[in-house]
């Protein structure tokens, strides 16, 4: 379809997604070996059970399983009494015992809702290992990534549009690493998205809906990819429909440099990977675990980064953005909630929106600058500075130069704003009669700038302001030299 062309139908997209997440054990799913996704060394983290040697019998990550259970219990999901682990037959050089370890009749969590999206199913599997096809005429196989507790979450197909299918992964990621389930770095390939998209159409007269061919777009590695690789797919699919052209069922991949998918292979149904319960697993009845029960997983869940998102604007008045910046950024959160704390402990409420914005613009802008993430200043001395701006202490110009310091000069970080302020002359005074003196010297020696006033135009008078500023170096609270020229120069 042309960007000119009129479509004879109304079309509806339909978009289901299935996101592998690696999961934060100390060892694989099945067998020993560490589970470190930073090793970089090929190899080396391998044994016979995850190498799929003859004889070896694999064994339940228990810490695996659990991440799941909390995953499901935020997510609003139906716990399973009963699951099982089955194995899903196909061969490729990456699976060594040509099936994969999963669950399939009996998943470990049904239904829930993220972000608005129904779940369809959680259920826990194994990695794979992980192929290389960019040093010659061969492949590589790293066996280190081979048998890694993975999860998989697939959605009910419910996703009418692409911005909406990469929230709810940003959503499905921030969750994980709330729970400490996961990293779920999809520049690491710790999460991966695969999208299932067809389009409906109507006929002109609107009496049904036909549903479309659905293809699958995998291993997206970025939420920009997801975006773009289903308004692609969206626009490939009503193209073909508007040229009369026949699509097919297919497994496609994403070109992020052409910005197109392009098609892999004809796409499996479940019967063709001859699922059947793995013989070497034990039965899995939840019920009998007491950790695993209900009420002491709910317990145990942190608050979650929906409600963190609500308690943000509503306890605080936050604007979405900044209450967006928050829930986000784990340090930055984790600091002003400390701040917070100690400002309601001070009895200080009103400072705290004093705080969210230095932290998200100075504080924030401060460390985009600089070469780490992490923070030049405590809770503690942010929380006295604050303190010292509410007293007219310290003027707003002159805290920003404290925070500055913080960051630029290696002898600041560790004192304290009242010891900066005083060392660089900058707690605001309070002489009326030193103002006063100083406002009129500066009177006397502008003559014009008088008579402009005097004429109505107040860019005259914060000349005046801008002068005594520069002169006290910013020791003087602005207001009050303001109101005192104003004063004077009435008489």
């Not at 929106?353 to 600089?370: E, F, Q, V």
């Not at 009669?433 to 008078?461: C, F, R, T, W």
Request: charged residues 30%.
């Amino acid at each position: 379809m042309s960007d000119t062309a009129t479509p004879t139908k109304k079309y509806y997209p339909v978009i289901g997604l299935e996101i592998h997440a690696e999961l934060k054990t100390n060892s694989k799913m099945f067998c020993p070996c560490k589970n470190d996704t930073n090793e970089e060394r090929p190899n080396v983290n391998v044994c016979p059970i995850c190498l799929g040697h003859p004889g070896t019998l694999p064994t339940i990550n228990k810490q695996a399983v659990k991440h799941v259970i909390k995953v499901g219990t935020a997510a609003g999901g139906q716990i399973a009494d009963f699951t099982e682990w089955d194995r899903k037959n196909y061969f490729y050089p990456d699976i060594p015992k040509s099936y994969q370890i999963s669950q399939y009749a009996f998943p470990l969590i049904k239904g829930g809702e993220i972000a608005g999206v129904k779940l369809t199913r959680i259920h826990l599997e194994e990695d794979t290992a992980k192929s290389s096809h960019d040093k010659g005429d061969f492949s590589l196989v790293d066996f280190n990534r081979s048998s890694l507790p993975l999860m998989e979450l697939v959605t009910e197909p419910v996703i009418h549009d692409a911005k909406t299918a990469a929230n709810f992964a940003k959503e499905l990621q921030l969750l994980l690493r709330y729970l400490g389930a996961g990293d779920a770095n999809m520049e690491k390939g710790e999460m991966r998205v695969e999208a299932n998209i067809s389009v409906a159409t109507e006929d002109p007269q609107g009496d049904f809906k036909k549903m479309g061919t659905k293809v699958e777009v995998k291993n997206l590695n970025s939420f920009r990819s997801v975006e773009r690789a289903i308004e692609y797919e969206i626009k490939r699919h009503i193209d073909m429909i508007e040229a009369g052209e026949k699509l097919v069922q297919e497994t496609r991949g994403f070109d992020e440099t052409t910005g197109k998918t392009f098609s892999q292979r004809v796409k499996e149904n479940s019967n063709d990977y001859r699922y059947f319960p793995d013989p070497d697993l034990p039965k899995l009845f939840v019920s009998e675990i007491p950790e695993f029960s209900h009420d002491i997983v709910k317990k145990e869940l942190p608050e979650l980064p929906w409600e963190k998102r609500d308690k943000f604007k509503t306890a605080f008045g936050m604007k979405d953005e900044d209450a967006e910046m928050f829930v986000q950024n784990e340090s930055l959160r984790t600091f002003f909630e400390d701040v917070a704390a100690k400002l309601q402990a001070a009895g200080k409420i009103d400072a705290i929106k004093l705080a969210i914005n230095y932290i998200t613009s100075d504080i924030a802008g401060l460390i985009k600058k600089s070469d780490s993430d992490a923070l030049a200043i405590s809770a503690d001395h942010l929380v006295e500075l604050l303190l010292m701006i509410s007293s007219s202490e310290l003027s707003s110009r002159s805290a920003k130069d404290i925070l500055a310091m913080k960051w630029t000069d290696a002898d600041a970080k560790d004192a304290s704003p009242k010891a900066l302020a005083e060392k660089h002359n900058l707690i605001q005074k309070n002489d009326p009669e030193a103002l006063k003196k100083m406002i009129e010297e500066s009177i006397a020696a502008n003559p014009n700038v008088v008579a402009d006033y005097k004429a109505g135009k107040q860019a005259a008078l914060m000349f005046f302001v801008g002068q005594i500023m520069k002169q006290s170096k910013g020791s003087v609270n602005p207001e009050t030299a303001k109101a005192t020229i104003i004063e004077l120069l009435s008489k």
